[in-house]
């Protein structure tokens, strides 16, 4: 990517990576003969709200949208994805850009992070990207870690906690054995935890302004992507198959009546747990 | 015979295999020749234990930017070894770390990247991996079209066994060309979380798990959890309310288990938490609310006071074994 420098907290340039996904409050299927997901339903993935959450702190501290600063709420998917960028927007995103292709249908997260990788690259100097820790649609956590590789910007993944002191980014990981302090310098790619920050909603405010803003789409051609990049031909994994588990049954349900301990000690038995 | 790559870190804690590792190298040896990539050094007792379980070869590199910048120079050392080798497949742990090297390394590698598989199998000479998805609603059985696969995959996928001959694999020390931006997110610090004592959460047979019920006091839920020998599991309204360790969270955005025995205490059992532990073999759920959501997919339910209930079921464990 290209460099530049960042005086003292100046203004940022942020793309916020927001995903189309189903809804996980109701039943989510597989659909058709490549087993891909079944997007109706759909809605902004609650963990790229903490994602846009940290961008927009970042910026309120060095004077939001009035300053100079830049969040763009940046999606690729079907028609429908756009209402991920349009409440982006009414959140306070700044801008939004929608990556719509028909050839984009059915791509792995390898030829996603390609066009992510080449969408990026076609809105300037950047110099954060944000992401959620995964998407809850396919919880891999493989696209940070390939746009960070694609796009040459340090890896600063699984933030619990993200600043930005000039050009210095700080952020803390916790992992099971440790938890690690991470330091970069500006333009990084930072993912962030559920744990990063406590997301803000719409307000009315913020839905009026939205409605002027005007979300860019962006096609294969305009990111100089051949049809066969991405989608299944571009894909490096295929799913052969999949099935339904069956849906797990209530077994039995006992009331205590001053005896239910010893009751489960006689089910974990018959079980041959203990 | 194609060479399979098993990344090993022995940043960490040099001298030990993790039981996953022994896992994947069963894995390995199974669809092909296992070779060792080593993060860190490796000592005749390391090369002993690798040899064990078939390794021929083993390629590690001791350079200090490995353990000094986050999973990036790790992830060059995977891809620079798999090419080395000609791999044709890379098998990792499928930790943050071990997904996010995967990940990297499928871009240096060009190849295609499986998480979180439950389990590897050679079909007509490619790997297929079995893995769950959309919270465990689905099963789905995968694979990689490009000449390398690189596959997380989770614990327990096998179960681990020696070689029926052991190897004296050979140890060649490699010099990684570190992409400048590998070198780029720096770990200034590091701070051991203190252990508990308990197995891990996704290694564990049973985990014993507290929510908004316990109120606080996760006394009950470890004492049952300590004379079952689980691990011990929270929802996440649970570690929100800070009264138990954010690694300790099962859920959506949290550990994906699944045990033999998942005990559900005084959790209502919302989406984000079944969606990290519904495919358990058999679940347990003492809830003092009947209609909680928990119940309906109970093995076996009580509807009672988890302070009652489980000191009881402690003592009557304790007492059968007597």
């Known amino acids: 990517m290209t460099q530049r420098t960042v005086v003292e907290n100046s203004a940022l340039n942020i793309v916020v990576l927001v995903k189309y996904v189903p809804d996980t409050q109701f039943d989510r299927h597989l659909t058709g003969d490549s087993h891909r997901i079944d997007r109706n339903e759909s809605i902004l993935s609650e963990l790229d709200e903490y994602a846009l959450e940290a961008a927009l702190a970042l910026t309120d501290a060095r004077g939001g949208a009035k300053a100079g600063n830049k969040v763009t709420a940046l999606t690729l998917g079907p028609a429908a994805a756009a209402a991920a960028v349009k409440k982006s927007l009414q959140i306070g995103a700044t801008d939004g850009v929608h990556v719509s292709d028909e050839a984009l249908a059915g791509s792995d997260a390898s030829a996603t992070s390609l066009a992510l990788a080449a969408a990026i690259k076609t809105l300037g100097p950047v110099d954060l990207v944000i992401t959620g820790m995964a998407s809850t649609d396919g919880e891999t956590s493989i696209i940070p870690a390939q746009l960070s590789a694609r796009l040459g910007l340090p890896q600063l993944t699984f933030a619990s906690s993200l600043e930005v002191d000039g050009s210095t980014v700080t952020a803390r990981r916790d992992g099971d054995d440790f938890t690690e302090e991470i330091q970069a310098t500006l333009p990084v790619l930072v993912s962030v935890t559920d744990q990063a920050n406590e997301p803000r909603y719409p307000n009315f405010k913020g839905i009026i302004a939205a409605k002027k803003k005007k979300v860019a789409t962006l096609s294969l051609a305009e990111l100089g992507l051949p049809a066969d990049a991405v989608g299944p031909a571009g894909s490096l994994t295929r799913v052969d198959a999949a099935a339904e588990r069956p849906a797990r049954t209530a077994g039995t349900i006992i009331t205590d009546s001053g005896e239910a301990g010893v009751a489960l000690a006689d089910f974990l038995a018959a079980q041959k747990l203990i | ?322």
């Open chain 2, 1 to 322: 015979m194609r060479a399979i790559v098993v990344f090993i870190d022995q940043i960490d804690v040099p001298g030990t295999l993790h039981p996953t590792a022994h896992q994947l190298l069963t894995l390995a040896r199974a669809a092909g020749e296992p070779v060792a990539v080593v993060a860190g050094p490796v000592d005749a007792g390391l090369a002993a234990d690798l040899g064990a379980y078939g390794v021929t070869r083993i390629l590690h590199s001791e350079q200090a930017d490995l353990a000094d910048y986050l999973v990036a120079p790790k992830a060059d050392l995977v891809a620079q070894a798999a090419a080395a080798v000609s791999a044709s497949a890379v098998l990792l742990d499928n930790g943050p770390q071990g997904r996010e090297i995967a990940a990297r390394a499928g871009v240096a590698l060009n190849a295609g990247v499986i998480t979180d598989a439950v389990s590897v199998e050679s079909v007509d000479g490619a790997l297929v991996a079995h893995k769950s998805v959309l919270a465990g609603s689905y099963t789905v059985a995968a694979r990689a079209t490009s000449a390398v696969a690189v596959i997380s995959v989770k614990s327990h996928s096998v179960e681990a066994a020696p070689a029926a001959e052991a190897t004296t694999p050979a140890v060649e020390a490699i010099s990684v060309n570190f992409a400048p931006a590998s070198l780029g997110a720096r770990v200034v610090q590091r701070t051991p979380r203190a252990a508990s004592g308990r197995p891990e959460l996704e290694d564990a047979r049973i985990v014993v798990a507290g929510g908004r019920g316990v109120d606080g006091d996760f006394g009950p839920v470890e004492e049952l959890a300590d004379v079952l020998g689980a691990a011990v599991g929270a929802s996440r309204a649970a570690t929100d309310a800070g009264w138990i360790s954010h690694s300790a969270q099962v859920g959506q955005t949290g550990k994906k288990v699944s045990p033999q025995l998942y005990i559900s205490v005084g959790i209502s059992g919302a989406i984000q938490q079944k969606a990290g532990m519904q495919t358990s073999k058999v679940i347990v759920a003492v809830n003092k609310d009947p209609e909680s959501p928990i119940f309906e997919i109970a093995d076996f339910g009580i509807v009672g006071d988890l302070f009652k209930v489980l000191p009881q079921a402690v003592e009557e464990i304790k007492r059968r074994r007597g």
